[in-house]
């Protein structure tokens, strides 16, 4: 884990990342939403669970978390899901059906502590208004991104993400070049399903997101970003079918 860090008032990233040889690093980020009612985005990578516990420990009294949205079931995101769950009684875990079945291969979840909703909902949490949407970007079914309303803060998932040469605080501080390619190459080996759809169908699940008109954007996989360094990244997405697969080994 590296040391949690505020971009904007009532956020705080929790960052860590995966190192990729010749590369760089892929940023892997969870979010607290700080408030009366914390929210927890994401809960870490599974083999720092602790870590990640002890960091959270340090920001806020986590029995008072209430909500946890989960983007997905990934180790990645979950990664301390279920201690989490134990230390939070009151803590309500949102995702889908289908994330909820995946998650119970690993461990009983109690459904009563679910909220379960999907892409399009509408629903209210910590005390802010959020609308779950599927991501143009995804390697799971039960993949949501959220979209805070009010302050507009779009919590994307894999969506977006991006191998960068090393970690940084701002999407800012990634060079543009080596961003955009980053995030082609992560969003191709990620989501190789990219080569099969239509580009113009695709391009148009962009701009849905484009529409959004989010102020920040908070990537699992991408350092955060506002909205108008986060253009370029928008356009480069909506080609990402263009582009052909990724030459993967064999
Ligand atoms: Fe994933
Ligand atoms: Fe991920």
Redesign the pocket.
């Known amino acids: 884990m590296e040391p949690a860090f505020s971009p904007t008032p009532d956020v705080v990233v929790l960052p860590s990342c995966e190192p990729v040889p010749g590369v760089g690093v892929l940023p892997v980020q969870a979010f607290l939403l700080r408030g009366a009612s914390p929210v927890l985005v994401d809960t870490g990578l599974a083999r720092e669970a602790d870590a990640f516990i002890d960091a959270l420990d340090m920001l806020v009294d986590v029995s008072r978390l209430s909500c946890i949205l989960l983007t997905h079931e ?1 180790a ?2 979950a990664g301390a899901l279920f201690p989490l769950l134990e230390r939070a009684p009151h803590a309500r875990l949102v995702t889908t059906p289908v994330g909820f079945g995946k998650l119970g291969s690993v461990q009983h979840l109690d459904p009563t502590r679910v909220r379960f909703v999907g892409p399009g909902a509408r629903f209210e949490a910590g005390g802010r208004t959020f609308r779950a949407l599927r991501p143009p970007m995804y390697d799971s079914p039960a993949t949501l991104a959220f979209f805070e309303e009010r302050q507009r803060w779009l919590f994307a998932s ?1 969506g977006f ?1 991006a191998f960068v040469p090393e970690l940084t605080e701002r999407g800012e501080d990634v060079p543009l070049e080596a961003g955009l390619e980053g995030m082609s190459a992560f969003c191709r080996a990620n989501s190789p399903w990219l080569m099969d759809v239509d580009p113009a169908l695709y391009a148009e699940a962009v701009g849905t997101f484009r529409r959004l008109d989010a102020d920040w954007i908070f990537a ?2 991408l350092p955060p970003i506002r909205k108008a360094a986060f253009e370029p990244y928008l356009e480069r997405a909506a080609r990402l079918p263009k582009e052909g697969q990724l030459p993967l080994a064999v």
């Open positions: 990934d990645d995101h894999d993400g699992s996989h």
